[in-house]
């Protein structure tokens, strides 16, 4: 074996897994974040697709660093639209800042300290991102906790019954609001979801990388199943979304300052808890192109 084959091997091996005993999450321990080897990273992301969502932590990453370690699974995506209408970091406007910090009456982030009910992020886009990365700059004491559902399990798990009456259903994607139920900038209010604005997708929906289905809802608000009575919608969404976040499903991040976290956005959904308003909390995101549901 060569100098290089054995250090190439030597990287990949420092590289820990550590399962969170759920049926999803993981922490990712011998990795460098900045400073990445191609085997290291390929472990990372063999951990991503084994586990959906991972945790490297007390790697402080500055932007640029969050930026490049973004580009190594593919091009970035362009974040939603800020709460103020503009990028809140002029210098970098693939980063989304999430935060309830409010300087000169100008919101530094999106979502406050509320709370953020499940969903999947930017599923109102035709082809929504693949995969979202989260560092922590500053954390509250308590609460603002991270939960994610694995939805490869919640479509596992419905009865054949279900799934064969769901087969090929197509699912609104409301994109007037966030996942705080906070109205993004430039739309009015929706009242009946048959009307709401933003992508149509498949109900079940195939991950392009490991073959495996997965339940594909989205976000509660303003869903519904085209095709359907709206009533009869109504009902079987919220029979979807109380499966699809039962407890056994969940796995929940309790966030420490230097926190990187990585999920696989095509089957997963998560939710945030609210904390004190008083209290900074700063997160900053990229997130990867993704592909049409299919």
């Known amino acids: 074996m060569s100098p290089l084959t054995m250090n190439r091997n030597l990287n990949a091996a420092s590289v820990k897994v550590i399962p969170s005993g759920r049926s999803v999450g993981a922490e990712?321990?011998?990795?460098?974040?900045?400073?990445l080897t191609d085997?290291?990273?390929?472990?990372?992301?063999?951990?991503?697709?084994?586990?959906?969502?991972?945790?490297?932590?007390?790697?402080?990453?500055t932007d640029p660093e969050l930026i490049a370690f973004g580009k190594r699974f593919g091009e970035l995506e362009p974040p939603g639209m800020s709460i103020i209408g503009k990028p809140y970091i002029d210098e970098y406007p693939d980063i989304l800042v999430i935060s309830n910090i409010v300087e000169n009456d100008i919101p530094q982030g999106n979502l406050g300290a509320g709370e953020a009910t499940w969903h999947t992020d930017m599923s109102y886009r035709e082809k929504p991102t693949s995969i979202a990365i989260l560092h922590a700059l500053e954390v509250p004491p308590s609460g603002g906790n991270t939960y994610f559902a694995n939805q490869y399990l919640a479509y596992e798990t419905l009865s054949p019954e279900l799934r064969k009456k769901l087969e090929g259903s197509m699912l609104v994607h409301d994109e007037t609001y966030n996942s705080a139920g906070q109205l993004r900038k430039g739309f009015k209010e929706i009242t009946d979801p048959r009307q709401a604005p933003g992508a149509r997708h498949p109900i079940f929906r195939t991950h392009p990388k490991t073959g495996r289905r997965a339940l594909y809802l989205g976000r509660r608000r303003n869903g519904y199943i085209i095709g359907m009575p709206?009533?009869?919608?109504?009902?079987?969404?919220?029979?979807?979304?109380?499966?699809?976040?039962?407890?056994?499903?969940?796995?929940?991040?309790q966030w420490q300052a230097g926190d990187t976290l990585i999920w696989d956005n095509r089957c997963?959904?998560?939710?945030?808890?609210?904390?004190?308003?008083?209290?900074?909390?700063?997160?900053?995101?990229?997130?990867?192109?993704g592909e049409r549901p299919e």
């Open 230 to 253: 709206l009533a009869e919608s109504e009902q079987l969404l919220d029979q979807l979304w109380a499966h699809a976040s039962r407890p056994e499903l969940v796995w929940c991040q």
């Open 28 to 35: 990712v321990r011998g990795v460098d974040l900045r400073n």
């Open 268 to 289: 997963l959904i998560h939710r945030r808890d609210q904390f004190d308003a008083n209290a900074r909390r700063m997160m900053h995101r990229v997130q990867i192109k």
């Open 39 to 61: 085997e290291a990273f390929g472990a990372l992301e063999q951990a991503l697709y084994d586990h959906l969502v991972v945790v490297v932590r007390g790697k402080r990453l």
